[in-house]
């Protein structure tokens, strides 16, 4: 279980939850051996003896593939394009790197030269392009480190103090500045009947806090965010 860790765990119906992406579309991307070419990769927790289940990198990575084939990708060139670009890169979760664009076909590397020129790769075919080129959210609301990995991603777009992050309550969403779970809050805040004063004194944190974390909670049941 130490393993597990600071990794973050989302069920794919977790996942679905906060990104958006149907929890069977999930199954068959990562979870089941559904096509000759097998899942597009091995979800991190599954190493670590947890079946079925999706670590914060995963999570994102999903969500990656989800922008680049609602802007017309092909499934077949974004599993290219990962397999090149984990060669290239020598990293895990390739698509989740800040860099990455499309013009609606392809998975295209954009990349500043030495002499200044911006370079554009086309990351199926390993080929210098120019094309017009869209820049999916898959950055969108991620904080990366010095490596370019991802940290901390905020999920909801009209309110910053909520977080995910992989070291906090297990990847689940926090709401800030106290970190306490905004699943808790909610389900606290419906305990007592929708007394949000209540919530704040048995937690110890602000009014403010409480209502923004069952705002957040009653906008994503309901699937207010297009991720």
Same mark, same amino acid.
């Given at each position: 279980?130490?393993?597990l860790? /600071? ?11 906060? %990104? ?12 089941r051996?559904?096509?000759?070419a ?6 991190? +927790?599954? !190493? #670590?003896?947890?079946? =079925? ?8 990575e ?10 017309g990708v ?6 290219t394009?990962?397999?090149? #670009?984990?060669?290239l890169?020598q990293? =895990?979760? +390739?698509?989740i790197?800040?860099? #990455? ?10 990349? #500043? ?8 790769t086309?990351l199926?075919?390993f080929q210098?392009? %120019?094309?017009?080129? %869209? ?14 990995? @991802?940290?901390?991603?905020? @999920? ?13 309550a297990?990847?689940? @969403? &926090?709401i800030?500045?106290?970190h306490?779970s905004?699943h808790?809050?909610y389900? !606290? $805040?419906?305990?007592? /009947? ?5 919530v704040?004194?048995?937690?110890? %944190?602000s ?6 974390? &069952?705002? $957040? ?5 309901a /699937?207010a965010?297009?991720?």
């Open positions: 279980m130490t393993a860790v /600071g990794i973050g765990l989302y069920s794919p119906k977790q996942a679905e939850r906060l %990104i958006g992406v149907d929890a069977d579309k999930i199954r068959r991307w990562l979870l051996d559904t096509s000759p097998g899942p597009l990769w091995h979800p991190e +927790p599954e !190493a #670590l003896g947890a079946e =079925d289940t999706l670590s914060f990198k995963d999570l994102l999903v969500r990656a593939v989800e922008q680049f084939r609602k802007h092909s499934m077949q060139t974004i599993r394009a990962l397999a090149n #670009l984990s060669e890169m990293r =895990d979760y +390739p698509l790197h800040p860099q #990455l664009v499309t013009d609606g076909r392809a998975v295209i590397l954009k990349a #500043l030269k030495d002499n200044g020129d911006t370079s554009m086309d199926a075919k210098d392009v %120019i094309t017009d080129v %869209i820049a999916p959210s898959i950055k969108d609301r991620i904080t990366f480190d010095a490596s370019n990995n @991802p940290i901390q991603w905020n @999920p909801d777009p009209d309110d910053d103090s909520i977080v995910v992050n992989p070291k906090l297990f990847g689940k @969403p &926090v800030l500045p106290s306490m905004t808790a809050i389900s !606290a $805040f419906q305990a007592e /009947g929708g007394d949000a004063e209540a704040a004194r048995n937690f110890e %944190i009014l403010d806090e409480v209502n923004r974390a &069952v705002n $957040f909670e009653k906008r994503i049941a /699937g965010f297009l991720h």
